[in-house]
């Protein structure tokens, strides 16, 4: 079993920064990749960006370059600096992990709301 616990949400003005943290506990020998996925009211839940054990990173197309996910040296906490916000980029964030096992775990999530 593994808890995540997502911060660093907020309201901000399009053009500006946020950045949000995941911290991973329980089981977290387990896991190979963590992450965020955003769900925007009305749409489907998407992938924004990964980052695996080794540290090879993705982004959605839509995030790349402005968007930047990295993790602290224990690998239990991940980070997603978000830069350049959009209105489009209003959803609310959920922390993931996969392990080893095929598990999936999922945060709370946490509302990024991003007004024009």
């Known amino acids: 079993q593994v808890q995540l616990v997502e911060s660093g949400g907020g309201l901000v003005q399009a053009g500006e920064s946020l950045k949000l943290s995941c911290a991973a506990s329980?089981?977290?020998?387990?896991?190979?990749?963590m992450g965020w996925y955003r769900q925007a009211p009305g749409k489907q839940r998407e992938l924004v960006a990964g980052i695996t054990r080794s540290g090879r990173t993705n982004y959605a197309d839509s995030v790349n370059g402005r968007f930047t996910i990295s993790r602290d040296n224990a690998k239990t906490t991940v980070y997603l600096q978000m830069n350049s916000l959009k209105p489009e980029d209003t959803a609310v964030y959920y922390c993931?992990?996969?392990?080893?096992?095929?598990?999936?775990?999922w945060g709370q999530g946490t509302q990024v709301t991003v007004s024009s």
């Open positions: 993931y992990s996969e392990h080893v096992v095929g598990l999936k775990y």
């Open positions: 329980g089981s977290i020998f387990s896991i190979n990749t």
